[in-house]
């Protein structure tokens, strides 16, 4: 039997290199978690005035959900996308995700234009600031399918993950439609 002395890069002797990558993999987590509540909480601070105000009257589209429906199902929303983002990032070491997360990045900042075009752009310009938020979702919309197919060859786990948020956006943006064209 053969005896060696360990050498300082030997794993017994270093801290668990897994264990360090998933502290960090946690902290990466809570970055993304971090970012998209950001960007909701900015929607929803730019919407809170308004859906008292002129939304409460406007004319709304016979599928249009209650009020209180759209809070819990955009927390679930920006969960999900950010862990899609988050599994993504996990498979940098294995692929270039850079063009990826940056189409995330890209779609995360047009869905925080949309909430203020909407909803505080009505009571700054009317019915016009309803058919510019309509083109802001429709952009929405394509970069949301973007972020999806550049997303499925890396994980189709977090592309799967991103399809809620797609057909929700979607709906909305029917709702965005009918609203301009009811309250024009």
Known sequence: MTYSTP???DDRLVPSRRGRFERRSVLVLALFLA??????????????ASKDGWYADASKVA????????????????????????????HRKFE??????????????VNSLWSPVFFAGYSLIGAASLWIALAVILVL???VI?????????????ALLLLP????????????????????
Do not use: E, K
């Not at 948020?165 to 024009?184: M, Q």
């Open 96 to 109: 270039d995700v850079r063009p990826a997360l940056l189409l995330y990045v890209v779609q995360l900042f």
């Open 165 to 184: 948020y797609l057909a929700w956006i979607l709906y909305s943006t029917t709702l965005n439609l009918g609203d301009a064209y009811l309250n024009s």
């Open 141 to 143: 919309d394509v970069c």
């Open 35 to 48: 970012i998209s509540f950001a960007v909701a909480a900015f929607g929803s601070l730019t919407t809170i």
């Open 146 to 158: 973007a972020t999806l197919v550049t997303f499925w060859p890396i994980s189709r786990t977090a």
């Open 7 to 9: 050498s300082p890069t």
């Open 63 to 90: 599928w249009t959900s209650p009020g209180w429906m759209f809070g819990p199902v955009w927390t679930v929303l920006y969960v999900l996308m950010a862990v899609s983002a988050w599994l993504v990032w996990r």
